[in-house]
């Protein structure tokens, strides 16, 4: 087993090593990959027989940096961590106990639930609520709003563990600035549309919140322009259903937020098909955004 964690340098990075090497099935190497510069501090794990260093390059971006490590890998079996999240103990043992049960030894990764940590330590419930179904259609899980309250699947990079030849056949693809783990899974879906999907439906991941985290860095017109690129093909319901959920929930943390939510639930009809539970939805939200904001001004003015 190779761990892969892609890196720019945080504090938090020793923290992600720690949990890598903590785990019950302990890994056969911890591959640190440097996106920035190589003299990246490791301390205490500087001379660990298990850790090593690969340096991605300069300003690459986070999947660049990922598939160098698996390039670089020599196992036969990949785990992706982020360097501010944080493993339990028996993450890679309940993943590989679930590995075992594959039907092939190349088209298969396993996932887990995981739990968001606020900057603060505060937990946020376990994510996803739903599990995975075997024959489920992956795009549906994670991105169709069947009902008004039914929540929808995620799968997040920490979580994942894949054969390396995977990544090898289907590679991160380097030129997206954000969405890059649901991108890489439905290019590999788009691939191997027989892909298996296996879930531990238990949390094994701190999902560890920032505010220079990757959701702070996503666009609202650069989250449409993925979702139509990547999405279409799966029919105008499941891009409207994305934008209506992921892309809203990304221009809600934008400045002007009510005006860009407007927009964006705009661009969902545009460009999508939306159904009756996530265009109710989405106006719920934008009705509170539109009423905080009267309230803000009424209270500036008095």
Not at 91 to 109: C, E, M, N, S
Not at 223 to 251: C, H, K, M, N, P
Not at 262 to 268: E, I, S
Request: net charge neutral.
């Amino acid at each position: 087993m190779s761990v892969v964690i892609p890196t720019v340098g945080r504090s938090t990075l020793v923290r992600a090593i720690a949990s890598a090497l903590n785990q019950s099935a302990a890994p056969a190497e911890v591959i640190v990959c440097v996106d920035g510069d190589p003299a990246v501090d490791l301390w205490p794990f500087d001379d660990h027989a298990s850790v090593r260093v690969v340096h991605a390059g300069v300003g690459v971006g986070g999947n660049a940096a990922r598939q160098a490590g698996i390039v670089a890998a020599r196992s036969g079996i990949v785990a992706l961590l982020d360097d501010d999240d944080v493993w339990h103990a028996e993450k890679l043992r309940a993943q590989l106990d679930l590995a075992a049960t594959a039907r092939g030894d190349r088209h298969w990764f396993a996932t887990c639930m995981l739990r968001p940590v606020t900057p603060t330590g505060g937990e946020l419930g376990i994510v996803p609520r739903i599990k995975f179904e075997a024959g489920e259609d992956l795009p549906s899980y994670l991105f169709r709003k069947k009902t008004l309250r039914a929540p929808q699947g995620f799968i997040q990079s920490s979580t994942l563990m894949f054969p390396r030849s995977l990544a090898i056949d289907v590679p991160f693809d380097a030129s997206l600035p954000f969405h890059q783990d649901i991108g890489w899974l439905m290019d590999v879906y788009s691939r191997f549309p027989e892909i298996e999907v296996l879930q531990v439906d238990r949390p094994l991941v701190d999902l560890h919140l920032s505010p220079d985290s990757m959701i702070s860095r996503i666009t609202p017109d650069g989250s449409i322009r993925w979702a139509r690129d990547r999405l279409s093909r799966y029919g105008r319901r499941l891009v409207a259903d994305f934008i209506l959920t992921q892309t809203l929930e990304v221009a809600t943390r934008r400045p002007n937020a009510t005006r860009e939510q407007l927009r964006v639930t705009g661009a969902a009809f545009r460009y999508g098909a939306p159904g009756v539970a996530v265009t109710a939805r989405a106006l719920s939200i934008v009705c509170r955004s539109l009423l905080w904001r009267l309230r803000g001004e009424r209270g500036e003015g008095t």
